[in-house]
Each structure stands twice: as C-alpha cells, then as structure tokens.
C-alpha cells in the first residue's frame, strides 16, 4: 500500500529562515501527493497539491514543493519563515485515484523562534 | 461560500454511551469523509460517501457507523464508546471524487470519552 514517511516530527527554525519540510513517499507509479496544514484547534487546509502534471507546485502562503521521482520525495519549502506560519503539517497521498482517501504522514510541528 | 461545518466542536461522553457527531458540507461538494486523529495514531482513513453511498472504509470495528443524506450531510455514530475512541474526528466534502477533487476540512469534533 502507498504510504508516505515525513522526517522530523519536529523542526524549529528561526523568523526569515529557510523552511524546509520533508516527506517521502513509497509507490511504485506516481502518486498523487499533498502539503496540508494544521493550526491549532482547526481542521487541515490544503497548501498545494501534485497530480503528475509540474513537478514543482505552487501553494498558498509562499510555500512550494518539489516532486522528485528519483528520490522518492515531495518536500515542502518557503524561503523565509513568518511567525504565522508554526503548525503542525501534513504529507498526504491518495493510493486509489477512484477514491478521495488519503493516508497521511505523522506530520511534522514546525516551530518558528524571533 | 460556508465552509465545512461539524457540530458539536467539543463532547464528552461515558464509556458504553454512544455518540452522534455532524457534518454539513460545502454546498455543491457531494463526497463527505470522516477521519479520526489522535496524538498517537495520526489520521486515520474512516469512511468515505458518495451521493448517499459508502464508497469505501477504513479498518475500524463495526462501532463506528456512518451515513450520508440526500441534502449531502453526514452523521457518524460510535456505539459503546471506549476510552480510546477520545479523538478529533475530523470531517471533509469535496464537489467529487479522486485526486482532483481536494478534501476541505472543517474544524472538527473533539470527543472525549471518560
């Protein structure tokens, strides 16, 4: 069954750093992959999403990713973190195009410092 | 456009009771999932419906029940509630079905079972 690995169940990085997010998925087609976000008492919101069309994809909120089938991997990146943007976020793949399931990753709390 | 909406967002309940949570979808989606999320197990997959029908189901025991309306809303059910059933469970509609069809969340249901 298609899964997906998220490195880190946390990741602290100061304000104006780097963001960088990573998930790695197990398939053996491509996937259909996702970035969801999680704020604190609120449901997930779609960052972005790949559905084997670029493999760099754009999302909301300044973060993107790249899908690299060498690697295996979908990580998530923003050049400069805000304070706004502590969560706890999500790596999601669809196994079965019928369907809109999703299993998702462990998540990863990104925790952003002045 | 209303989002996603579940009611109630906070419940407690007693082991052996059984509990009734809501969702009202965004109008126009006519896919409504439900997923559960705990500190230790993440997100899990519970069930997925389609114009009225399930489409397909996570491995979760047969205390977990759900259905899906004409008007598209969904209500699930867990019968003699046990302590591991305390979770978030999170509800999401999309206008279709498959990986071009994003889940949009709603805040969800933090249930607690003592």
């Known amino acids: 069954a298609q899964s997906v690995t998220q490195l880190g169940s946390h990741v602290s990085v100061s304000e104006g750093a780097l963001v960088l997010l990573r998930c790695n998925y197990s398939?053996?087609?491509?996937?259909?992959l996702f970035w969801y976000v999680q704020y604190p008492n609120q449901g997930l919101q779609l960052l972005l999403k790949?559905?084997?069309?670029?493999?760099l994809v754009k999302g909301i909120n300044g973060f993107e990713a790249e899908f690299k089938k060498s690697e295996t991997s979908f990580h998530l990146t923003k050049p400069s973190a805000h304070m706004s943007d502590a969560a706890e976020y999500f790596c999601a793949v669809i196994p079965n195009s019928g369907y809109s399931t999703l299993t998702f990753g462990k998540g990863t709390m990104l925790l952003v410092s002045p | 456009k209303a989002g996603v909406t579940q009611t109630p967002r906070y419940l407690i309940k007693t082991r052996g009771q059984q509990v009734t949570l809501s969702c009202s979808p965004i109008?126009?989606?006519?896919?409504v999932s439900w997923y559960q999320q705990t500190p230790g197990q993440g997100l899990q997959f519970l069930f997925e419906y389609f114009s009225e029908t399930q489409r397909n189901k996570g491995n979760f025991p047969g205390r977990f029940s759900g259905r899906q309306f004409s008007n598209s809303r969904s209500e699930m059910n867990v019968s003699t509630l046990e302590l591991g059933d305390s979770a978030l469970y999170l509800c999401?509609?999309?206008?279709?079905?498959?990986?071009?069809?994003?889940?949009?969340f709603g805040n969800g249901t933090r249930l607690t079972v003592t």
């Open positions: 109008s126009g989606h006519r896919s």
């Open positions: 999401a509609s999309s206008p279709g079905q498959g990986p071009n069809s994003p889940l949009h």
């Open positions: 398939s053996s087609v491509p996937p259909y």
């Open positions: 790949y559905t084997s069309a670029a493999t």
